[in-house]
């Protein structure tokens, strides 16, 4: 005799006199071991599936595999395994013993799928809470927009009215749609592989979230109309990209979303044409397995708010992208924004090896209408045959102003790595290497500021300020290696006409010719604090203009460590000894304590202003703001332009004594008619 592991029945052995004994015993442990748990195992699912045919009149009657004691021990859901006219609604009538199928289109042929479900009452899959539409494929259905027609769209939503119900396309079909038809949005649609929407008309969803498709599945045809009320995420495949003239899939998903949203693009694309992007529109890949080729000297990506005040766009996103060229082009480029404001171009990669592009990105200004607010950051560019990233107008008034470049990498532009014209705008945080031309240059421009950029290894200048630039701020940035097939003509950094820019703190190495350069026709420039080292050459700073003041500026990188100024964050407008600036009046040479003012470091021996001044006479008078160190003989001058109201702006450097005072004189016009705005922008440090 043995027992059995589990339960502990007795196993009887071979011959063993006592096995109805074993019988015996056994029972009563079984009966008492499941006789307490009898109930849950009566209700462990169940699960049958019966076919059945629909009946318009009488319904289909099923009856149940199981029979139960209540309706809610069980649930059905129904689907159609043939469409061979209108089936409408499926709905279903329970009994304990049998259910019965039914369908609101006058239907005695096509069959059905019951998938019977025990224990419990699962709303979603049957009785009246749940309702599944079916749109008949029926081919005599000329348009599937005009209600009278039974088992079309427009028919199958005017039965549904305002209750939660999803309506299902059957496959491989064409769905016409001549009449407009508005799918509201209590309405899922779930098109069948091969099911597709065309036709002259109009189909109008509350939003792209009614549809239930993949996104490599084509639903929409060329010649329909499709509208998205509210704002959503669509893909180009749903209007059946086929790699030769891609953006049309792209300006139709574009045209849909009538309120903005998001158009995902997951595939390689071929562009035969510039896809101009609506207002309030991202563009959004996963990175170079989403790329774009364009064929032919286009722009891939066009961004412009057209050509006629006060057109504009604006709130566009273009991310994680790949942009390419033909390799060919001579004009053309990855991205184009023209009068546009608030987009923003990220993480994308703009050409590459042999798949280059005329320019990267080109920002313009033009026919009255601004390019401002912008943000270029983050992405890779590769080899483009001109300007990788290129900011410009020529269209006067109009402005390419406040933009943000930043932290792009460049490598190998065919001219420039990012080339400026226009003002206040910021080139941050960016590398660039190996370009043809500069590495970063701006011209014809104003108050724009350069700051913690890499430019190494261009055949011409790392940075250069051309062409009447002027108030521009060049600092932190590390400029190495240019001018690298040693002409000995470019530099460093270099002004070439450029008036009133400050050049502090950069870090400029092995540059030819000079490290940084001022040319004859720059004047009233500060370079300060910077570190320069190189072996070509004068290996220093050289100064061929006029009025410009260069100090502090350290030689060889023994000193890289131990640079001499410090950038604060702007204090916003100062007072004078406690008092206001505005509403000055001729003041003879006066003592400014800072420490009234400002908090002086303990170590520093000198300032960096910006100021700003404007005198209501002084189209009449010689108006100026002149500050110096106190017993000093050096003045810093500003003087007001000579027009009525009128704004001057300068950076000043000036030292001050031992106790942190400095002096300062005004003449004004006329008793409180000059106004000057100061403001700090960093410290002269021992």
């Given amino acids: 005799m043995s027992n059995t592991s589990n339960l502990d029945l007795e196993r009887p052995d071979k011959g063993d006199a006592e096995w109805h004994t074993s019988l015996n015993s056994n029972m009563l442990k079984l009966d008492t071991g499941y006789g307490n748990n009898v109930s849950t195992i009566a209700d462990l ?85 749940y309702r599944r539409w079916y749109v008949s494929p029926d081919a005599g259905i000329a348009d599937h927009g005009d209600d009278t027609e039974t088992g079309s769209l427009a028919w199958v939503l005017d039965q549904i009215g305002a209750t939660l119900a999803t309506v299902e396309l059957p496959g491989n079909k064409t769905y016409t749609i001549t009449t407009a038809t508005v799918v509201p949005e209590n309405v899922n649609v779930i098109p069948q592989k091969g099911a597709v929407f065309d036709g002259a008309g109009t189909l109008t969803f509350d939003n792209a979230s009614q549809i239930d498709a993949s996104q490599n599945q084509q639903i929409f045809g060329s010649s329909i109309t499709v509208v998205f009320t509210n704002s959503g995420t669509v893909y180009p495949e749903w209007w059946g990209v086929d790699g030769t003239a891609d953006q049309v899939q792209f300006i139709a ?29 991202t563009v959004l890949g996963i990175g170079k397995s989403s790329s774009i080729t364009t064929i032919g000297d286009i722009y891939a990506l066009t961004i412009s708010g057209g050509a006629v005040y006060p057109n504009d766009s604006r709130g566009i ?114 590398t660039v290497e190996e370009s043809g031309w500069h590495g970063i240059v701006i011209s014809a421009c104003s108050w724009n500021t350069i700051t913690g950029n890499t430019s190494c290894e261009s055949v011409r ?49 092995e540059n030819d010719n000079y490290e940084i350069y001022l040319d004859t026709n720059s004047s009233n420039n500060i370079v300060l604090g910077n570190t320069v080292y190189g072996t070509d050459h004068e290996n220093t700073i050289v100064d061929s203009g006029t ?39 001729t003041v003879a040479m006066t003592d400014w304590d800072l420490d009234t003012d400002l908090t002086v470091p303990s170590n520093a021996i000198g300032v960096l202003f910006e100021v700003a001044i404007q005198d209501s006479g002084a189209a009449g008078t010689d108006c100026f703001f002149k500050l110096q160190q106190k017993g000093g003989d050096q003045e810093y001058t500003i003087r007001c332009m000579p027009a009525n109201d009128r704004w001057n702006h300068a950076n000043m450097i000036v030292e001050f004594d031992t106790n942190k005072n400095l002096q300062y004189q005004v003449l004004a016009s006329g008793a409180g008619t000059l106004d000057a705005v100061i403001k700090l922008i960093g410290w002269i440090l021992e």
């Fill in 45 to 129: 699912p169940q699960m049958y599936i019966e076919t059945g045919t629909f009946n318009y009149t009488t319904g289909d009657v099923i009856t149940l595999p199981v029979t139960v004691d209540a309706t809610n021990e069980y649930g059905v859901e129904i689907t159609p395994t043939s469409w061979g006219s209108a089936i409408g609604d499926i709905y279903v009538t329970k009994t304990t013993s049998q259910f019965t199928v039914h369908c609101s289109s006058d239907n005695t042929a096509d069959t059905f799928e019951a998938v019977i479900y025990y224990i419990g009452d699962i709303a979603s899959y049957g009785g009246s809470i």
């Fill in 253 to 281: 998903a574009d045209t849909s979303l009538s309120s903005g949203g998001k158009i995902l693009a997951f595939g390689a694309y071929i562009f035969s044409a510039t896809y101009t992007i609506s207002s309030n529109i």
């Fill in 317 to 430: 996103i273009v991310s994680d992208l790949a942009l390419y060229g033909p390799n060919t082009s001579i004009a053309g480029g990855g991205v184009y924004m023209q009068n546009c404001h608030e987009c923003i171009i990220r993480n994308n990669t703009i050409s590459d090896t042999n798949k280059g592009l005329f320019y990267g990105i080109h920002l313009d200004g033009a026919l009255n209408n601004d390019a401002d607010n912008n943000i270029i950051a983050n992405n890779v560019f590769a080899q483009t045959l001109d300007t990788s990233i290129y900011l410009y107008t020529n269209a006067l008034p109009a402005a390419v102003e406040e933009n943000v470049i930043q932290g792009n990498v460049i490598t190998g532009a065919g001219r420039n790595g990012i080339s400026l014209v226009g003002n206040r705008n910021t080139i941050i945080g960016n």
């Fill in 461 to 509: 200048s790392g940075i250069s300020l051309e062409s009447l630039a002027v108030h521009n701020t060049v600092t932190g940035n590390v400029v190495k290696d240019n001018d690298v097939n040693n002409t000995a003509i470019y530099n460093g950094i270099q002004c070439v006409n450029g008036d009133r820019n400050t050049i502090i703190g950069n870090i400029c190495i």
């Fill in 547 to 585: 009025r410009n003041q260069v100090s502090h500026n350290l030689k060889g990188l023994q000193d890289i460590s131990a640079h001499h100024f410090k950038i604060t964050s702007p204090a916003g407008t100062l007072t004078i000894n406690g008092g206001a600036t505005t509403g000055l009046t």
